[in-house]
T-cell receptor
Framework: DAMVIQNPRYQVTQFGKPVTLSCSQT?????MYWYQQKSSQAPKLLFH???????NEADTPDNFQSRRPNTSFCFLDIRSPGLGDAAMYLC?????????????FGSGTRLTVV | GEDVEQSLFLSVREGDSSVINCTYT??????LYWYKQEPGAGLQLLTY?????DMKQDQRLTVLLNKKDKHLSLRIADTQTGDSAIYFC?????????????FGTGTRLTIIP
């Protein structure tokens, strides 16, 4: 089945140690998104790629970076994780606009910072 | 503004109907969505409604949209234990050609046996 796959499902990292989360998709969608969801909160958009064009949200900290080497893969890099970065990180894709298809979400990566 | 608000909790007896409410502020929304999130999982698209519609029914799910009041609701008929989850409404907000979803805070639905 076409889907959005996030690895790993759970990630533990040390305070200040760079960490990378990965997302892959078999849907051939043009747009890929990264959301941060803290406990009991709404998912918050960090940034998205429209094809190769990177779009950062105004309030996304510089500590968060992203790479999209090809259509299928997108990475979230956290350069120096702090305790406040512990959250569920959700990757999503959409064909063009959200429209009728909505977004397709991965299962998420839960990041713990120790 | 892009605020989407929901009640945090709802408890319903098994077999009854659940009604989850949402209010939004951006009048330029095109599509409004309902997503379901089970524990430890990602978001699953349940249904959507186009902003020029008043109602949409899909099996046990009924979505009502009051565009004047910017109020959206999701009714789940014959609620089952498998419906226990957090339900997020979301609006698609247009911004300089880059549409994005803005989510509400989520409503945790608990089923009482």
């Amino acid at each position: 089945d076409a889907m959005v796959i996030q690895n790993p499902r759970y990630q533990v990292t040390q305070f200040g140690k760079p960490v990378t989360l990965s997302c892959s998709q078999t849907l051939n969608h043009n747009v890929m998104y990264w959301y941060q969801q803290k406990s009991s909160q709404a998912p918050k958009l960090l940034f998205h790629y429209y094809d190769k064009d990177f779009n950062n949200e105004a309030d996304t900290p510089d500590n968060f970076q992203s790479r999209r080497p090809n259509t299928s893969f997108c990475f979230l890099d956290i350069r120096s994780p702090g305790l406040g970065d512990a959250a569920m990180y959700l990757c999503a894709t959409s064909r063009e606009k959200a429209g009728l298809d909505g977004y397709t979400f991965g299962s998420g990566t839960r990041l713990t910072v120790v | 503004g892009e605020d989407v608000e929901q009640s945090l909790f709802l408890s319903v007896r098994e077999g009854d109907s659940s009604v989850i409410n949402c209010t939004y502020t951006d009048s330029s929304s095109t599509y409004l969505y309902w997503y379901k999130q089970e524990p430890g999982a990602g978001l699953q698209l349940l249904t959507y409604i186009f902003s020029n519609m008043d109602m949409k029914q899909d099996q046990r799910l009924t979505v009502l949209l009051n565009k004047k009041d910017k109020h959206l609701s999701l009714r789940i008929a014959d609620t089952q234990t498998g419906d226990s989850a957090i339900y997020f409404c979301a609006e698609e907000v247009r911004g300089f050609g880059n549409e994005k979803l803005t989510f509400g805070t989520g409503t945790r639905l608990t089923i009482i046996p």
